[in-house]
């Protein structure tokens, strides 16, 4: 049978480009949508987090995708991933930072926990794993521009709430400056010294806990069945 090789109708060209179209339109939006963690570049007010920006912009994609793959529970706020500066710290030096709400761990077992320990819990669970995503890229480690990484994790307090209430939010701010992040990135530092050397500053809702000693504690999230990823993935 011959296949004809005449010009569609206007009718079937039209029907063409709308499909053509609503394609476009959902792979821009799948890619508006990947990109919502990471700050544009125009939010940038310091030259050099916007050149670390854009030089490592396909780093930053990667990252955020893994935390998407492997942590599907854990939400990670709009803009948060870039390079940003600590407020503690005086000059413009650059931390690879992300800020991430975690939803799943409200267990009894978690609230009968103090804030200390709850807080040491949640660097066990999901520092590490983010830190080794973070550094995927080892350039990154060799850059005099970036000074460290940066890892803020929220998550609700287990406290009671009155109806029409806004549950508190408990948080740790976990700083790591580069060359930490090297040794134990490199496996030269244990996790157990990584919790002890990192900053981690703690709040209570809006109320400053001030700097957190945290005691390290085990916690295998990534190799229990069931995640996503296994933790020698996460090592990549």
């Given at each position: ?67 998407a ?27 690879v ?5 975690v939803g ?53 307090k ?60 085990a916690?295998?999230?990534?190799s229990?069945p ?11």
């Amino acid at each position: 049978m011959r296949v004809s090789s005449s010009p569609p109708s206007r009718a079937a060209a039209l029907a063409l480009a709308l499909v053509g179209a609503h394609v476009m339109l959902a792979v821009l939006g799948s890619a508006a949508v990947a990109d919502e963690a990471i700050l544009p570049l125009p939010e940038y007010r310091s030259e050099t987090g916007r050149r670390l920006a854009e030089k490592y912009a396909t780093t930053l994609r990667e990252f955020d995708q893994s935390v998407a793959r492997c942590l599907p529970w854990v939400e990670v706020e709009n803009h948060t991933i870039g390079f940003f500066k600590p407020k503690h710290v005086p000059r413009d030096e650059r931390y690879v930072s992300i800020r991430a709400f975690v939803g799943r761990d409200a267990s009894a077992k978690i609230a009968a926990l103090d804030f200390r320990e709850r807080a040491a819990a949640m660097f066990a669970r999901y520092a590490g794993p983010l830190l080794r995503w973070m550094g995927a890229d080892r350039s990154l480690l060799q850059d005099a521009d970036v000074h460290g990484f940066a890892i803020i994790l929220d998550w609700t307090k287990p406290a009671p709430v009155a109806a029409g209430v806004r549950p508190v939010r408990e948080t740790i701010a976990v700083f790591i400056e580069r060359q930490l992040a090297a040794e134990y990135l490199q496996g030269g530092l244990p996790p157990s010294a990584l919790v002890t050397r990192a900053a981690v500053f703690g709040f209570d809702g809006d109320t400053p806990v001030g700097q957190v000693r945290l005691l390290a504690v085990a916690d295998h999230l990534l190799s229990v069945p069931g995640t996503a990823c296994s933790d020698a993935h996460s090592r990549r």
